[in-house]
């Protein structure tokens, strides 16, 4: 049974990873690819064209994204904290 719990907060800890990196990793790849596609069509080869959209992406994510990032990894910890005190064998 000890097993099983810490096995299964591995799992739930991996999914908690991927739910919360995903949206904003793939914002930025897209947003990085139709930069790179505009560089290659136009041929400027400007490094601030290729940071500077990115940057803005990412830090307009984060303020989309930050209740729902806060609330999964709040709903995470307490689910961490309870199968600490399952394993633990406290009531």
Do not use: Y
């Amino acid at each position: 049974m000890e097993v099983d719990l810490v096995a299964q907060s591995m799992r739930d800890a991996l999914w908690v990873t991927l739910q919360m990196g995903t949206p904003l990793l793939v914002a930025l790849l897209v947003v990085g690819l139709a930069v790179s596609v505009l560089q290659a069509l136009t041929q400027i080869q400007e490094s601030s064209l290729a940071f500077l959209p990115k940057l803005a992406v990412a830090g307009g994510g984060l303020l989309l994204l930050g209740p729902f990032m806060a609330e999964t990894l709040r709903a995470w910890t307490v689910t961490l904290f309870d199968r600490m005190v399952a394993l633990g064998g406290m009531p």
